[in-house]
């Protein structure tokens, strides 16, 4: 009997669950889609001849365009194929692009704070005397990403998210004035829950506590319009690109930032979400590897100003924001201390520039010693399999630690079927044998490293919003590079032979998901 009840529940728990009716309502609007267009085409060949011509000229139109060559080789091979559905899928799911008024607002509120973020000269001036080719990396993000370098910024390291639960839940009990919370996942648990109730508590003692979550990364794990429940608490919520089952490419553009900004001296980031696996107090794919750092200090503004920028594009605010109330001294007149220079960044889909992709470029190929890398995804352009495998001909020591326990199989497949040209261009690759490595952080010659939320993946590097912190001789660098070498005992290093002796219907399924690869 019991062997029927538990089989039931699963069935009702799915057809109660707000994805299985957002995934019904998108195939069924996609089933209707296509059966229309097959009877138009089956209607007359005028129609059938007319959409065939409209592919080629798409085709040649994608081909011009300046987007990664990835992208037009798979869109191209699709819509040559099967010429009218490949050019359906195009239209539906191929261009990245946002709201244009969604697009428009961001664009207002940075002009906005384009005074407050010009930076310091003096700081510029002194990392141009301390290391040219530096400067010219930490340029470059100020120009595309607009957002400065600082000093005067001390930064903590987290090996794990067990060990930044308790201290950002510290941090936040302290907090005085606002907090703001913009995350990709929130899911009910220990860790949610803890700090739900601070942020409650925050909220009625007179503490601004703003929080943003995307809605796509919480449709499974978060109640529809749970923002309702937290505004009753006091707490002012927003959602980030409502996902609707309506068949948009503009769902495509998520927001896959974790920022935590604690009275404009505190912020946290990295890859760590809001849920009880990413603290390892659920066991989800065996032991979660993950990583965060800690900033407290001048270059907080960056991450404080990056939330407000999307939190007057959600609210959809006609008020100018007053940046000067979210200073970091406003509520800390004291210096700060801290070594080097730190930079935190964000990289969006509303423009040309893949920054994310160019600060890890800059890094690679300006490496001297090594390179070490942690990704839960390794899904590359050109580009980037051309750096690294450069990089390591010349005698850079480039690792990649990627995960051996997969969250999403599939894309674990995908990862693996690029092992083998990195290997033979010399290329160290090891997989963390007790669970998932969702850890996104560089590190290169003891000076120079990035942790944050962008994974080596198409999503993260085209579509997503994210974000990071660039690090140049500040104290933490030995701590990301101490941890990973401690991390390699519980690794298994991948050899060449491990990719030459899969199956051969295992190899054949890579070679046609890399040529899809953009595309997922």
Known sequence: MNLIIMPLRK??????NRIFYVVFALLVQLGWILLTVWRLVGYSRYISMGLNILSILVVLWIVNKKINPSYKLAWTMLILTIPVFGLLFYLLFGQSRIATAMQERFEEILKQSEDHLRGDEVTREKLKDTDCSIYKQSEYIRKYSGYPAHEHTAMEYFQVGDDMFPVLVHELEQAQHYIFIEYFIIN???????????????AAQGVDVRLIYDDFGCLTTLPHKYY?????????CEVFNSFRPLLNVIQNNRDHRKLCIIDGHTGFTGGINLADEYINQRERFGHWKDTAVMLKGEAVWNMTAMFLHMWNVVTRSKEPCVFDNYFPHTYHPEPFEGSGFVQPFCDTPLDDEIVGENVYLNIINRAKHYVYICTPYLIIDNEMMTALCLAAKSGVDVRIMTPAVPDKKMVFLLTQSYYEQLLEAGVKIFEYQPGFLHAKSFVCDDEVGVVGTINLDYRSLYLHFEDGVWIYRNSVIWDIKQDFMETLDYCEAIDIEFCRNRNIAVRAMQNVMRLLAPML
């Open 11 to 16: 069935i009702a728990k799915l057809l109660f």
């Open 188 to 202: 009910d648990g220990v860790m949610w829950r803890t700090i739900l109730e601070i942020l409650e508590n925050k």
């Open 228 to 236: 309702q429940l937290l505004r009753s608490k006091g707490i002012k």
